[in-house]
T-cell receptor, first 115, second 108 residues
Framework: DVKVTQSSRYLVKRTGEKVFLECVQD?????MFWYRQDPGLGLRLIYF???????EKGDIPEGYSVSREKKERFSLILESASTNQTSMYLC??????????????FGSGTRLTVV | GEDVEQSLFLSVREGDSSVINCTYT??????LYWYKQEPGAGLQLLTY?????DMKQDQRLTVLLNKKDKHLSLRIADTQTGDSAIYFC????????FGTGTKLQVIP
């Protein structure tokens, strides 16, 4: 069964800490995405990547960075965590081009609490 | 940019039909999707429709697209308690934009 795996389901971090959220997919997908989900706001795109070592800013990149050193792994980094980054973080992947139009595969999410 | 709007909450009785609505602003959207999110889980793709289609049926699910009004709906026939979840509409043009999600509560 193909899937997207996020390394942690729940994380609690302190303000100012550097936080790494890891995502691995086993489908050989070219595209990978990081979203955050907040009640009443839906999903907002933080960063995405269409290839190894490539990254593009999404709609809300401030306070975040990403790394994609291998095709299957896409990491989200919170350089200095703040309480307003408390959220559910969702990783997704898809094929490129028109085949990618058939939808995304999502991980189970990481619920991050910053205290 | 694209705006995708959904009502936040819908409550139905088990066995009834559920209709979840979505409106969007970009008429050049090419693919439109419905995702389901169960509690504590990620999103699962339920179905999608191309913009050149008006309707798509898949077992208990029926998707209707009104391009003129930029309105997408998801009908779930014979709603079951296992259908309780948040349902997200998403539309794709140059990128994919998700709606705010509709929480469906099924009352036994």
């Amino acid at each position: 069964d193909v899937k997207v795996t996020q390394s942690s389901r729940y994380l609690v971090k302190r303000t100012g800490e550097k936080v790494f959220l890891e995502c691995v997919q086993d489908m050989d997908h070219e595209n990978m995405f990081w979203y955050r989900q907040d009640p009443g706001l839906g999903l907002r795109l933080i960063y995405f990547s269409y290839d190894v070592k490539m990254k593009e800013k999404g709609d809300i990149p401030e306070g975040y960075s990403v790394s994609r050193e291998k095709k299957e792994r896409f990491s989200l980094i919170l350089e200095s965590a703040s309480t307003n980054q408390t959220s559910m973080y969702l990783c997704a992947s898809s094929l490129e081009g028109e085949q990618g139009a058939y939808g995304y595969t999502f991980g189970s999410g990481t619920r991050l609490t910053v205290v | 940019g694209e705006d995708v709007e959904q009502s936040l909450f819908l409550s139905v009785r088990e066995g009834d039909s559920s209709v979840i609505n979505c409106t969007y602003t970009d008429s050049s959207s090419t693919y439109l999707y419905w995702y389901k999110q169960e509690p504590g889980a990620g999103l699962q793709l339920l179905t999608y429709i191309f913009s050149n289609m008006d309707m798509k049926q898949d077992q208990r699910l029926t998707v209707l697209l009104n391009k003129k009004d930029k309105h997408l709906s998801l009908r779930i026939a014979d709603t079951q308690t296992g259908d309780s979840a948040i349902y997200f509409c998403a539309v794709r043009d140059q990128k994919v934009t998700f709606g705010t999600g509709t929480k469906l509560q099924v009352i036994p």
